[in-house]
């Protein structure tokens, strides 16, 4: 019987799923120990420039730079809500804006390392109305569909500014009106909010599950993203978290409205230190493997400036000797960086929840972290780097 019974238990303990919950405790406990960090020991230079950029460039929010897997520098800078006076926590939720994208184009990659999407497949092979043939997901993925955008094509068409858009009701309007195109599906790289809007829409037809669900269970829980998820006001009558985004100046918080629904392009909200672990589980082939992701950082624009790029849903920056992989952010209120130095290892993730100039000053935390410089002169006038 004892040895019946040590049987039965060496076989639970080999089972699939007890592998499972041993891989992912492992994963937990591992995750839960490059979080830690001692303020005591954090970098003072970086600490002083910070200090400087939040008072006199008005910089509010969260950053956290890690070097090689290990945090050394994280804090936080001011008001999470300005009326209230709530002060922001370092596991505050961000609208990540357009820092979205990157985490929308890992969902689609999922997809297509299981086989269940094509880059070559069209929009038309799973919305067959849809007004605008020839659009690939390679289109989609690097801006370049040529489509219409729908943030600003719905100010007009939009019936009830009061109740927020879903992704299928932009889908919709794009259906029924079909406003003229940028360009040609294929054609010059234009950023565009729409294709990703249209790439979350796919991934809900391909999988029957909300885009939330669905981002969930396949990125974010194996990330060890915890405090991340996607919220839409379409959803929530009000989204719900305690960061409010303020336009340049206190006391003017913005509201959010009914471009608040649709998501894919934005409408991910997330911590410093889940974005830290994303970089983390995408160095451990957590989420999909490498060749896919290298395959995502090959810039697909056709810019004049090689060094500044567009993959599948990341910018790109390679400088002599070097590849770095980033996004910007600019939501209502909220601007983001997220950059990953792939080169020399290091992740700097600035959340803001006050739209200013502040994070157009970081010439001198570049050289403070000696990696290449993203220059000021590289940033046009919506503070995205230029991709001509």
């Known amino acids: 019987m004892t040895i019946i019974v040590l049987f039965l238990t060496v076989l639970g303990c080999s089972s699939p799923e007890a592998k499972q919950k041993r891989i992912e405790k492992d994963r937990a406990e591992k995750d839960s120990v490059s979080l830690v960090y001692d303020s005591t020991k954090a970098n003072k230079e970086i600490d002083a420039f910070m200090q400087k950029l939040h008072k006199k460039s008005a910089f509010n929010g969260n950053v956290l730079i890690a070097k090689k897997g290990k945090i050394i520098y994280q804090n936080t800078f001011g008001w999470a809500d300005y009326l209230h006076k709530d002060s922001l926590k370092i596991t505050s939720k961000f609208e990540l804006a357009s820092v979205s994208k990157p ?50 094509f719905s100010e007009d068409k939009w019936p009830d500014r009061s109740k927020a858009m879903s992704n299928m009701d932009a889908m919709n309007l794009l259906i029924e009106f079909k406003p003229a195109r940028y ?179 970081l010439d001198e935390l570049y050289e403070i972290l000696e990696i290449p410089v993203l220059r000021k002169s590289a940033y046009n006038a919506n503070g995205d780097f230029v991709v001509n």
């Open 183 to 361: 360009g040609s599906p294929g054609g010059r790289y234009h950023y565009n909010n729409s294709n990703f809007m249209v790439l979350a829409s796919i991934i809900e037809k391909i999988t029957g599950s909300d885009f939330g669900v669905y981002m969930k269970e396949t990125i974010f829980d194996p990330a060890g993203m915890k405090n991340t998820a996607v919220l839409s006001k379409a959803v929530y009558e009000t989204i719900p978290t305690d960061v409010v985004g303020h336009d340049k100046v206190w006391r003017r918080s913005v509201v959010q409205n009914y471009l608040d629904g649709p998501v894919g392009d934005k409408g991910i909200y997330s911590t410093v230190q889940d974005l830290f672990l994303l970089d983390a589980a995408l160095k451990d082939e957590r989420i999909v493997k490498k060749s896919t992701l290298d395959s995502a950082y090959v810039p697909r624009t056709d810019s004049k400036n090689s060094t500044f790029g567009y993959g599948y849903g990341w910018r790109t920056f390679s400088p002599k000797d070097a590849q770095v992989v980033y996004h910007t952010g600019w939501w209502h209120g909220f601007r983001n960086l997220y950059v990953r130095d792939l080169t020399h290892d290091v992740t700097i993730v600035l959340l803001s929840n006050m739209a200013n100039g502040s994070l157009l000053r």
């Open 103 to 152: 985490l929308t184009s890992l969902g689609v990659l999922k997809l297509i390392e299981d086989g269940k999407l094509q880059y070559t497949q069209t929009v038309n092979d799973f919305f067959p109305d849809f007004p605008y043939p020839g659009v690939t997901i390679d289109m989609l993925l690097s801006h370049r569909s040529g489509l219409p955008n729908y943030v600003y």
